[in-house]
Each structure stands twice: as structure tokens, then as C-alpha cells.
């Protein structure tokens, strides 16, 4: 195997399991594969789900900071719980970030959906299913 081969494989992967909060067993629409959305990424969050913002060292410089106060404001007036959690991906995807859990409600750990590269208030918008 070759090292682009392996980075490649690996980039996929975390896109799986990004998409999924696992890795599936089923295919995934050639659609997310190549272009990285999801259909199901504008979906908005019921009344209860709960947002896990990383507040780490490597999310904090690039991001999440800035986009903590948009969660907790845009949270609070859609009943969208917001907690903060020092790292959201034992630190797998800490260079991916700002790193954002998704929990949505009636979903049952241990794994869930964690966002990448949240750093504007339309990505935080995008998360939360609103536009």
C-alpha cells in the first residue's frame, strides 16, 4: 500500500463516520463520497437534542471559541441544549476541527455524529438544521 493510498482510505473513513457517528455497514450515497454534503445535514434538530461543542487546545485556536456564544444563543431561543467538552474525538479529528458532537434526541450513545470544521455562524446554522 501506498502512503496516499492509506491518507486516502483514512479521509474517507472519518468522512463515514462523520456522516453516520459510526462506521456503517451500508453503502453511502455516492453523493456524500464525492462531495462531502449529506442530504440529511440541513435536517434541523428536535427540541432537546444536544450540541457538544470542543473546547480543546487545536478547536479553540481555530474556531470554536467564536462559534461557542452562536450555539448557546441560537440554542436557547430552539430549546437545543449546548455543552462544552474538552475533546469530542479523543483527539482523532482534533485537526479537522472546530469540532462539534451532534445528539440528537432519542438517539442512544455511545457514538454519535461529530461536525467538522465548524468555524462560521452559517456552519453553526447548518448543524442546527436552520438556514
Known amino acids: 500500500m501506498t502512503l496516499s493510498f492509506i491518507v486516502a482510505s483514512i479521509a474517507v473513513l472519518l468522512f463515514a463516520q462523520n456522516a453516520n457517528g459510526f462506521l456503517s455497514t451500508g453503502p453511502l450515497p455516492m453523493q ?11 435536517e434541523p434538530l428536535e427540541r432537546g437534542s444536544t450540541v457538544v461543542v ?5 478547536c479553540s485556536k481555530t474556531g470554536s ?11 436557547e431561543e430552539l430549546g437545543i441544549n ?17 469540532n462539534v458532537e451532534v445528539r ?3 438517539d442512544e450513545g455511545p457514538f454519535y455524529p461529530i461536525k467538522n470544521g465548524i468555524k462560521t ?6 448543524v442546527l ?3
Open 82 to 98: 449546548v455543552e462544552t467538552f474538552s475533546c469530542v474525538s479523543d483527539c482523532a479529528e482534533c485537526g479537522l476541527g472546530p
Open 65 to 75: 471559541k467564536k462559534t461557542l456564544p452562536i450555539f448557546k444563543q441560537l440554542g
Open 121 to 126: 455562524e452559517e456552519d453553526v446554522r447548518s
Open 104 to 106: 440528537k434526541k432519542g
Open 54 to 58: 470542543c473546547t480543546g487546545p487545536t
Open 32 to 42: 456524500q463520497l464525492i462531495t462531502g454534503s449529506s442530504p440529511l445535514a440541513a
Open 129 to 131: 438544521g436552520i438556514n
